[in-house]
Antibody, heavy 116, light 106 residues
Framework: QVQLQESGPGLVKPSETLSLTCTVS????????WTWIRQAAGKGLEWIGHIYTSGSTFYNPSLKSRATLSIDTSKNQFSLKLTSLTAADTAVYFCAGFFLGSFDLWGPGTLLTVSS | EIVLTQSPDFQSVTPKEKVTITCRASQSIGSSLHWYQQKPDQPPKVIIKYASQSISGVPSRFSGSGSGTDFTLTINSLEAEDAAAYYCHQSSSLPWTFGQGTKVEI
């Protein structure tokens, strides 16, 4: 059974860059579109972007080019970099696997707080 | 970008009641509409795919219908464990988008 686990710093200062990694275990990193989704406290879900094992990416235009996704198939990991952080980026960040239309796999989520 | 609008935002119900949540898309998305259930401090879980396709392991009291721009999630005979937020999501065109969510309280 494929499982996902996010890892990241937890607390980042405003204007700095966030780096999050998602480790895929229990299965191959191929097949899925690997995705980042975030959720501010008490709010809904926002799709950030996805990456395929070929390296092709697509980002949510709302992030105005601040997001970059990468993938390391040798380590079964994919990553998110988000630049120029503000308090509005404070949220739980989920990594997820998208397959045949829906997000079938989810990590438990990691809380990011942007604060000085 | 396709905007999904759910109604209601919040619903307080009693066990065994029937719950209906609607999701309206700003343009036609065919049947590329999926429903998720999210319980507190957990990631979402897909419960209906492509508007009406059931998911293995999801109780049969959950069902979906609709196509084009109007979709419905129905929970028949609600159980206490169904207290959660429910989100619709469209995969018709990028960027993928979600509805704002419906919180079901028991």
């Amino acid at each position: 059974q494929v499982q996902l686990q996010e890892s990241g710093p937890g607390l980042v200062k405003p204007s700095e860059t966030l780096s999050l990694t998602c480790t895929v275990s229990g299965g191959s990193i191929s097949t899925y579109y690997w995705t980042w989704i975030r959720q501010a406290a008490g709010k809904g879900l926002e799709w950030i972007g996805h990456i395929y094992t070929s390296g092709s990416t697509f980002y949510n235009p709302s992030l105005k080019s601040r997001a970059t996704l990468s993938i390391d198939t040798s380590k079964n990991q994919f990553s998110l970099k988000l630049t120029s952080l503000t308090a509005a980026d404070t949220a739980v960040y989920f990594c997820a696997g998208f397959f045949l239309g829906s997000f079938d796999l989810w990590g438990p989520g990691t809380l990011l707080t942007v604060s000085s | 970008e396709i905007v999904l609008t759910q109604s209601p935002d919040f619903q307080s119900v009693t066990p065994k009641e029937k719950v209906t949540i609607t999701c309206r898309a700003s343009q036609s998305i065919g049947s590329s509409l999926h429903w998720y259930q999210q319980k507190p401090d957990q990631p979402p879980k897909v419960i209906i795919k492509y508007a009406s396709q059931s998911i293995s392991g999801v109780p049969s009291r959950f069902s979906g219908s609709g196509s084009g721009t109007d979709f419905t999630l129905t929970i028949n005979s609600l159980e206490a464990e169904d207290a959660a937020a429910y989100y619709c999501h469209q995969s018709s065109s990028l960027p993928w988008t979600f509805g704002q969510g419906t919180k079901v309280e028991i």
